[in-house]
């Protein structure tokens, strides 16, 4: 279809996160102050593909805001090998657009007939993990069509923000205006496209980011494989100074995310290093790091840092 309908559901995430706002909030908060009472000793998270990007966030959120220790599940230990981890009183997080994979399924079932506190984040209510689950939370992202997801990854992530904010008795007032913010992004379009033209001829790059963007990295890096075929590989840029740096030569293709924030102030040094280098960057993010880049896409304030990836990932996605 040429991305017409990928495009189209790029340009709906604006009111999707206006309708989490306003319908999805009640059941989020009630099902944190379940959470809450049952004071968990650990979240663990359980997803795949692009959800799996948004239980990365979900970590930094848990880590940072709720002061609680957080972890990935590797479902392959219950769905090849068979495991049964013991995980009473963990609160468990199942994320899957559809709700429908195995890979997220099992895990749950497994994690609630253990004594876990068990949420499922769907698009789809009836899905088996929504029915698996002993909470489900609806990201009422609507029928989606692209085969690369956008709009429900978004609403994702603001979902597992404001369940996260509620469990700690936040507010999670930093979310407010998230819907105006990305309509004024989307809005910038033909300027990326128009960015985009100089890397038409590239067979590979690097994506990278640090602190809560480096979510952002990986979805980037995996929409660029789905929807371009281009081989691309996201890294924290902790670990792209290490081997990984050693690809990077001059004339090589390096996305850098880096809204304003401590993540940003991070990435600085990797950035003034990859322009001794010669690579060719293009920095989308805070302005002051603009001239480290080659060429780049200036953010304005995103706001509060622990909500930015819900508003960087936007232009990549276009």
């Given at each position: 279809?040429?991305?017409?309908?990928?495009?189209?559901?790029?340009?709906?995430?604006?009111?999707?996160?206006?309708?989490?706002q306003s319908?999805?909030?009640?059941?989020?908060?009630a099902v944190a102050r379940e959470i809450r009472a049952r004071r968990p000793r650990f979240?663990?998270?359980?997803?795949?593909?692009?959800?799996?990007?948004?239980?990365l966030y979900g970590k930094y959120l848990v880590e940072t805001r709720l002061g609680m220790a957080a972890g990935s599940a590797s479902p392959s230990t219950m769905t090849?090998?068979?495991a049964h981890p013991d995980l009473r009183d963990v609160l468990v997080i199942g994320v899957s657009q559809s709700g429908?994979?195995?890979?997220?399924?099992?895990?749950?079932?497994?994690?609630?007939?253990?004594g876990a506190i068990t949420v499922a984040v769907t698009n789809s209510p009836g899905s088996p993990l929504a029915n698996t689950a002993e909470y489900h939370l609806d990201v009422l992202a609507g029928p989606e069509k692209a085969?690369?997801?956008?709009?429900s990854?978004?609403?994702?992530?603001?979902?597992?923000?404001?369940?996260?904010?509620?469990?700690?008795?936040?507010?999670g007032d930093e979310a407010a205006d998230l819907p105006e913010r990305a309509a004024a992004l989307i809005s910038r379009e033909e300027e990326v496209a128009h960015l985009a033209i100089r890397y038409r001829f590239a067979d590979q790059l690097v994506v990278t980011a640090r602190g809560y963007n480096y979510p952002t990295a990986r979805e980037a890096a995996l929409k660029l494989m789905e929807t371009t075929y281009v081989v691309a590989h996201s890294f924290s840029s902790a670990d792209l100074l290490h081997g990984p740096m050693a690809m990077i030569d001059r004339g090589f293709p390096v996305i850098a995310v880096?809204?304003?924030?401590?993540?940003?102030?991070?990435?600085?040094?990797?950035?003034?290093?990859?322009?001794?280098l010669g690579a060719d960057t293009f920095v989308v993010g805070d302005p002051e790091l603009a001239a480290l880049g080659t060429v780049s896409l200036p953010l304005p304030d995103l706001g509060a840092e622990c909500v930015s990836p819900i508003l960087a990932i936007l232009p990549l996605q276009h």
């Amino acid at each position: 279809m040429g991305g017409e309908l990928m495009a189209a559901e790029i340009r709906e995430q604006p009111e999707v996160l206006a309708r989490i706002q306003s319908a999805g909030r009640p059941e989020i908060e009630a099902v944190a102050r379940e959470i809450r009472a049952r004071r968990p000793r650990f979240a663990y998270f359980v997803a795949r593909g692009t959800s799996d990007h948004a239980t990365l966030y979900g970590k930094y959120l848990v880590e940072t805001r709720l002061g609680m220790a957080a972890g990935s599940a590797s479902p392959s230990t219950m769905t090849v090998y068979d495991a049964h981890p013991d995980l009473r009183d963990v609160l468990v997080i199942g994320v899957s657009q559809s709700g429908a994979s195995p890979d997220i399924v099992t895990p749950l079932e497994r994690a609630r007939a253990s004594g876990a506190i068990t949420v499922a984040v769907t698009n789809s209510p009836g899905s088996p993990l929504a029915n698996t689950a002993e909470y489900h939370l609806d990201v009422l992202a609507g029928p989606e069509k692209a085969v690369a997801a956008t709009k429900s990854y978004t609403a994702e992530l603001l979902t597992l923000f404001y369940l996260i904010e509620a469990i700690a008795g936040r507010t999670g007032d930093e979310a407010a205006d998230l819907p105006e913010r990305a309509a004024a992004l989307i809005s910038r379009e033909e300027e990326v496209a128009h960015l985009a033209i100089r890397y038409r001829f590239a067979d590979q790059l690097v994506v990278t980011a640090r602190g809560y963007n480096y979510p952002t990295a990986r979805e980037a890096a995996l929409k660029l494989m789905e929807t371009t075929y281009v081989v691309a590989h996201s890294f924290s840029s902790a670990d792209l100074l290490h081997g990984p740096m050693a690809m990077i030569d001059r004339g090589f293709p390096v996305i850098a995310v880096a809204p304003s924030g401590l993540g940003a102030t991070a990435l600085q040094p990797v950035l003034e290093r990859l322009r001794t280098l010669g690579a060719d960057t293009f920095v989308v993010g805070d302005p002051e790091l603009a001239a480290l880049g080659t060429v780049s896409l200036p953010l304005p304030d995103l706001g509060a840092e622990c909500v930015s990836p819900i508003l960087a990932i936007l232009p990549l996605q276009h």
